[in-house]
């Protein structure tokens, strides 16, 4: 029995797309139960390679492809919901959003509009960039890729042809080139290798193999059957075994690429035509491009409006809306410009309806987010920017994905006592309060703080990874070398391995070890709080709002170090009283406490600081009157 040819419709790609999506879904919506189905991702870059390469491989062979009409196709596929999503997500955000998140929401549209989401988004990355939970359109990086893949693509499959190079020849050689940068960047340059096109293009590439090598392929049920039954246990394994923890894309990509290849060669096995072929599965098939554009920011901006984590019920009833809207978009957006006879007015007015999209993005962006939007103390107080300046950022809180040493200026070298504050950018963020405290006191400060990696010694578990644990030990190691006389340990969680770091500081110096407590944790955002407030009860938000005391986990802490031989200092027993945590010591720009979750500004940290200095230097034999309100 004869395969059908590459671009013949086969409702078991439909099967293919529908568990593609499904897995990205899931992974978004219950990403401690499919943690790994970001590969939904992945299945999709090797089915679009498949159906496009098969496209322009048969027209250029019947010599009647056509550039424009395939861009033409492109534009008829892609921009009639993507205009509908990238519109419909201004408007929540408009009611939502700080200016300086409305303004990057502003940017993102810009562009995704423009098939440029993943340039923006690594151009973005970075320890303090808008966290992924708060950006609607964070998921559009692959449609970026994708687009920026059919730019060129075409024109090579051409110049291939003109040449007599022959398909696969080219494919695989592009393919083997793009898998050599994937592999070589991903330790070094992790966000780069996500997010550009020229490390993912091999898998694109892979589909277009497929497709280039259609005819050869064994065609007999049993040897479809094993085909379609590896692919389906690669993929399996990917979603089961991968975390978002891992270096992706790297080697572990080969998993859901081989998987969706090995499912794409088989459309006779028993699998593809019984389950992939289902009408369920073809009907989610059909949808999946809306329900990809639709779900993640309705999940971002439920979350955002409720103020609180999403349960178990919001999370699905948030799904099926996606699933609702993905229907309504496709029956009554897609068809409507998709199918029927190609005419050029609906080309050309989807082109200028994006424009359009993409000038609203701009007007966001220029305008600073549209701040008229709020009150003119809402407006200021809000405006919390991070320090990176004067936490040293880059010099002394260094960013382990591409830093792995400390500047030589991180150390007073002609100041004692020698306070070491270790700790990850929650430490980083006392600095100004420690800097405002040696104009009165006479004490040298050596930073070591490293992002995202608490003060642990043979600690793995931090998103830092290995690097954390090796930053640590070169800590541990200039304490010795230093001789410090104090050496102050924090960050946003501390755990019992840290008992292992005051352990080995107690057994190799002789410095006094004091361990600061965790600073509150703004589930939001301490701004997005400021916004929220003003929204339901139309006034500034208190001085101390939120959980107050008492923490058990302080206490905690207290118990396990203190018998150690440690000082404890519980930041919370100053930021915090029984009515709440503070919020803001003024009503003006810059008076916020925090600037985001867990970063003080550079008020509070003086207020911090100021409050715990006596004895952070002295001991807990000093007085400590300045310690409460």
């Known amino acids: 029995m004869l395969l059908p040819p590459p671009d013949r419709y086969r409702p078991d790609i439909d099967g293919l797309r529908a568990v593609a999506v499904l897995a990205v879904v899931a992974f978004h919506a219950f990403p401690t139960a499919v943690h790994g189905g970001f590969v939904g991702v992945d299945i999709f870059f090797v089915i679009s390679g498949f159906l496009i390469t098969g496209i322009i491989e048969r027209e250029i062979g019947e010599e009647r492809f056509s550039l424009a009409a395939f861009y033409a196709r492109r534009v008829r596929r892609i921009f009639p919901a993507l205009i509908v999503v990238l519109g419909a997500v201004l408007i929540p955000g408009w009611f939502w959003m700080l200016p300086g998140a409305y303004a990057q929401l502003g940017s993102d549209v810009f562009a995704s509009a423009a098939f440029a989401a993943n340039i923006a988004l690594w151009l973005q990355s970075g320890y303090f960039d808008v966290e992924a939970a708060n950006k609607p359109l964070l998921h559009l990086w692959s449609l970026g890729i994708e687009e920026q893949f059919y730019l060129l693509w075409p024109l090579v499959l051409l110049l291939a042809t003109r040449l007599r190079l022959g398909l696969i020849r080219v494919a695989i050689a592009l393919a083997l080139v793009s898998f050599a940068f994937n592999v070589a960047l991903i330790a070094s340059h992790s966000v780069a290798t996500f997010y550009l096109p020229f490390t993912r293009a091999w898998e694109l590439l892979a589909g277009g193999v497929l497709a280039g090598a259609w005819n050869g392929i064994d065609q007999a049920r049993v040897a479809s059957d094993r085909r379609a039954a590896a692919g389906a246990v690669l993929i399996a394994v990917a979603i089961v075994v991968l975390t978002p923890t891992r270096a992706f894309p790297g080697w572990w990509a080969v998993l859901p690429v081989a998987g969706s290849a090995l499912l794409?060669?088989?459309?006779?096995?028993?699998?593809?035509?019984?389950?992939?072929?289902?009408?369920?599965?073809?009907?989610?098939?059909?949808?999946?491009?809306?329900?990809?554009?639709?779900?993640?920011?309705?999940?971002?901006?439920?979350?955002?409006?409720?103020?609180?984590?999403?349960?178990?019920?919001?999370?699905?009833?948030?799904?099926?809306?996606?699933?609702?809207?993905?229907?309504?978009?496709?029956?009554?957006?897609e068809i409507p410009f998709r199918f029927g006879r190609p005419r050029p007015f609906k080309v050309a007015s989807l082109a200028g309806a994006m424009a359009l999209t993409a000038f609203a993005g701009a007007v966001v962006l220029r305008n600073a987010g549209l701040d008229f939007r709020l009150p003119e103390d809402i407006r200021s107080l809000a405006h919390a920017t991070i320090q990176g300046k004067k936490w040293r950022l880059g010099e002394c809180l260094i960013d382990l994905s591409s830093q792995s040493a400390f500047a030589e200026s991180c150390v007073d070298h002609d100041r004692r006592p020698l306070l070491i504050v270790w700790g990850d950018s929650t430490a980083g963020a006392l600095m100004p309060g420690l800097r405002k405290a040696q104009e009165t006191r006479d004490f040298?400060?050596?930073?070591?703080?490293?992002?995202?990696?608490?003060?642990?010694?043979?600690?793995?578990?931090?998103?830092?990874?290995?690097?954390?644990?090796?930053?640590?030990?070169?800590?541990?190691?200039?304490?010795?070398?230093?001789?410090?006389?104090?050496?102050?340990?924090?960050?946003?969680?501390?755990?019992?391995?840290?008992?292992?770091?005051?352990?080995?500081?107690?057994?190799?110096?002789?410095?006094?070890?004091?361990?600061?407590?965790p600073v509150p944790f703004w589930k939001r955002g301490l701004p997005n709080e400021v916004l929220h407030y003003y929204i339901l009860h139309h006034s500034l938000i208190p001085e101390h709002y939120g959980v107050g005391l008492p923490d058990r986990y302080d206490a905690w802490l207290r118990t396990e170090l203190v018998p150690a031989g440690a000082e404890f200092i519980s930041a919370r027993d100053v930021l915090c009283t029984k009515e709440g945590c503070l919020t803001r010591l003024g009503e003006k720009s810059g008076d916020l406490s925090a600037s985001d979750t867990t970063h003080l500004t550079e008020k509070g940290s003086v207020f911090l600081i100021s409050a715990i200095i006596d004895r952070l230097l002295v001991g807990p034999s000093q007085p400590t009157s300045n310690m409460k309100f």
């Not at 439920?302 to 996606?322: C, E, G, H, Q, W």
């Not at 703080?449 to 190691?477: E, M």
């Open 444 to 517: 040298g400060i050596a930073q070591f703080t490293s992002s995202a990696c608490i003060p642990a010694i043979n600690a793995d578990t931090s998103p830092a990874g290995p690097n954390c644990r090796a930053i640590n030990d070169k800590v541990l190691q200039l304490a010795r070398q230093l001789k410090a006389d104090i050496v102050l340990l924090t960050g946003i969680y501390l755990d019992h391995q840290v008992m292992e770091t005051v352990a080995a500081l107690k057994r190799d110096t002789s410095a006094r070890i004091v361990v600061l407590g």
């Open 264 to 333: 794409l060669s088989a459309p006779q096995a028993w699998g593809c035509q019984k389950l992939l072929a289902s009408l369920p599965m073809v009907w989610v098939g059909q949808i999946s491009y809306p329900l990809y554009l639709w779900h993640w920011p309705l999940l971002v901006f439920f979350a955002m409006i409720k103020f609180t984590p999403l349960t178990l019920a919001d999370r699905a009833l948030t799904v099926l809306l996606s699933i609702a809207l993905a229907w309504a978009t496709y029956r009554f957006v």
